[in-house]
């Protein structure tokens, strides 16, 4: 039962019923650090400890035409428009399925907030330990924007420079249009 009590410190039901704000334990000097994993396809990876998150459920996706494949769309989140990344899709080829339940893993404040689809809710990590060395990544196109391991639940959780993975695929975000084939008709 206390671990089931120590997830309710850190979840605050925030302002709307389906989402969660996910914060650090207020006496984080007296308990064990507790951490939000969550998969990107079959990688288990984390935020940085002091990135503000919040979990939204089933957001409604405003799809954008002629976007990459891994770029879900964008979320109102309390009254802010957010563009939300299917990382699944990005790393696998194979996209969150949005049929069944589904979440955003929402991070950062206006102005740079953004998310993240998952296929299941985090995972409460408590007490994860550093890793001296930097573990591979299952999935190498994200594997430039890890850095830092630990190990927690027999599984090795990879935290994952947000920013820089969120710079890349802007960079990265154009998508060229098929040329259409000319017809001569002369």
């Known amino acids: 039962m206390a671990e089931h009590n120590s997830l309710l410190e850190d979840i605050d039901l925030g302002s709307a019923a389906d989402d969660l704000t996910l914060t650090t334990a207020p006496n984080a000097g007296e308990a064990p650090e507790v951490r939000h994993g969550f998969m990107l396809g079959e990688q288990p ?16 996706l405003c799809p954008v035409p002629d976007t990459p494949v891994w770029f879900a769309g ?9 563009p939300v990344y ?37 995972t409460v990590l408590t007490a994860p330990t550093a890793l001296d060395t930097l573990p591979a990544a299952r999935y ?14 027999g ?7 947000h920013q820089a993975l969120l710079n890349h695929l802007k960079d990265n975000f154009h998508q060229p249009v098929a040329k259409a084939e000319v017809q001569d008709n002369s």
């Open 140 to 153: 190498a196109p994200i594997s430039e924007f890890v850095h830092k391991g630990y190990k927690c639940e």
């Open 45 to 60: 990876a984390l935020l940085a400890a002091d990135v503000f998150s919040e979990l939204a459920a089933m957001p409604r």
């Open 86 to 122: 299917d990382l699944q899709q990005w790393l696998t080829g194979s996209p969150v399925d949005r049929r069944q339940p589904f979440y955003a893993l929402l991070f950062d404040r206006q102005p740079h907030a953004a998310g993240f689809l998952l296929a299941e809710l985090p």
């Open 155 to 161: 599984h090795t959780w990879l935290e994952i420079d």
């Open 74 to 82: 964008f979320i109102n989140h309390r009254g802010h428009t957010l």
